[in-house]
């Protein structure tokens, strides 16, 4: 599966963005995709994932309620649908696949990434 994300910018606090990550590959239809994202000096951190039917969701605590993830699997692109935005939201954002049932909100548990896409959020 190959993952490439895109949307990001600028954008003030209270704004919306949303990002978009496209998969090539026979088996992105039936991967487990997640967005994670990175700020400076951070770790990685798990932001929302989506099942393969893109029924099933999860969502870090910190974006509940804000950031809606979603797929097409006939395009092969989910989205991450992002507002209210905060400055503590910027980071880079990246999309990741993997095709087993492990942990949703671990990077480890995913094989595939995509090249990350920025965000940032002005006070």
């Given at each position: 599966v190959q993952l490439q994300a895109?949307?990001?910018?600028l954008v003030q606090a209270g704004g919306s963005l949303r990002l978009s990550c496209a998969g090539s590959g026979r088996t992105f239809s039936r991967a487990?995709?997640?967005?994670?994202?990175q700020a400076p000096?951070?770790?990685?951190?798990?932001?929302?994932?989506v099942g393969w039917s893109g029924v099933t969701t999860w969502y870090?605590?910190?974006?509940k309620g804000r950031f809606t993830i979603s797929?097409?699997?006939?395009?092969?692109?989910?989205y991450l649908q992002m507002n209210s935005l905060k400055p503590e939201d910027t980071a880079v954002y990246y999309c990741a696949a993997k095709t087993d049932s492990a942990k949703h909100n671990s990077?480890?548990?995913?094989?595939?990434?995509g090249q990350g896409t920025q965000v940032t959020v002005s006070s």
């Open positions: 895109s949307g990001g910018g487990r995709m997640g967005w994670f994202r000096g951070k770790e990685r951190e798990f932001v929302a994932a870090a605590d910190s974006v797929r097409d699997n006939a395009r092969n692109t989910i990077p480890s548990s995913y094989a595939y990434w």
